[in-house]
């Protein structure tokens, strides 16, 4: 996987960049960054899969000047598309990358050509209660002067079903970025940031997003209920709803092939 940057009015955005074909953008959610969508780039190596860090997260800028919010990341699409790509794309996204695409497919829809929502956030059933959580000031205080290690182990492990897949290696890839000061001060930001308005003051035009979609939702999902996949259903009579319960928040990375799957059928039925 090739690591990539640009620079978007003014800041710079980090992304991972692998196989060739059709382009397909990937967005995470917040405590995750490009890493969470390797295991589905792997198994997509005949699409032109772009994975971004989100600024704020990963390698992006960490800028605390704007806010990272869901209205602010999806100018950032836009633009991130019309610089680097000037064509319809493949959209995948998880968590609050799921909400930025149900804003981006209402405000430019003529820049997408599907979608895949996986366990996204939706409407105005979130924040949920650990992001809430960091908006109090003790908290904040403990985030900003140490991340728990043991804290950030038990929220990663409770947002899996199959908890064999919280290793060593895919814990470091959660921690990095609260190593420093800037990750933690950035990754507060966001917390702050979020705003359940961006999403509803375009729930009453989801319907007339009519592009193929997908929505996956992993029943063991302990963060996200599923009256927000069940209500975008009745939104999108359209969509086609994938449910497994032998996944939770983090189905990324624990079923890649149901994602990467669900993708491709979409595709070829669209096709045919």
């Not at 497919?105 to 366990?119: G, I, M, T």
């Not at 992001?131 to 899996?160: A, C, K, N, W, Y």
Request: with cysteine; hydrophobic share 40%.
């Amino acid at each position: 996987m090739e690591h990539n940057e640009i620079n978007l009015s003014g800041r710079k955005i980090h992304y991972i960049q692998s196989g060739s074909g059709p382009m397909v953008i990937m967005i995470h959610g917040i405590t995750t960054n490009s890493f969470i969508w390797e295991n589905v780039i792997r198994l997509l190596s005949d699409f032109s899969c772009i994975a971004l860090d989100l600024p704020g997260c990963g390698q992006s800028d960490k800028s605390l000047n704007e806010p990272y919010s869901i209205r602010n990341h999806t100018e950032m699409l836009s633009e991130f598309i019309r610089t680097v790509i000037n064509e319809p794309v493949h959209l995948i996204g998880h968590d609050i990358g799921g909400g930025i695409c149900q804003r981006f497919s209402v405000l430019y829809q003529e820049q997408v050509k599907s979608q895949v929502l996986v366990n996204p956030v939706g409407f105005d059933y979130w924040p949920v209660q650990p992001i809430e959580s960091l908006r109090t000031p003790i908290i904040r205080q403990l985030i900003l002067s140490v991340m728990d290690i043991g804290m950030l182990t038990f929220i990663i492990r409770r947002g899996f079903y199959n908890k064999e897949y919280v290793d060593d290696a895919l814990l470091e890839k959660f921690r990095m970025p609260f190593d420093t000061l800037e990750g933690r001060k950035a990754f507060l930001h966001f917390a702050r940031s979020l705003d359940n308005h961006d999403l509803m003051e375009i729930a009453d035009r989801l319907p007339e997003v009519q592009i193929p979609t997908v929505l996956i939702r992993g029943d063991a999902d302990v963060y996200l209920g599923e009256n927000i996949i069940e209500k975008l259903a009745e939104c999108w009579p359209h969509a086609k709803l994938v449910r497994t319960p032998d996944a939770g928040h983090f189905l990324l990375w624990e079923s890649p092939e149901l994602v990467a799957n669900s993708f491709r059928e979409m595709i070829i039925n669209d096709h045919e």
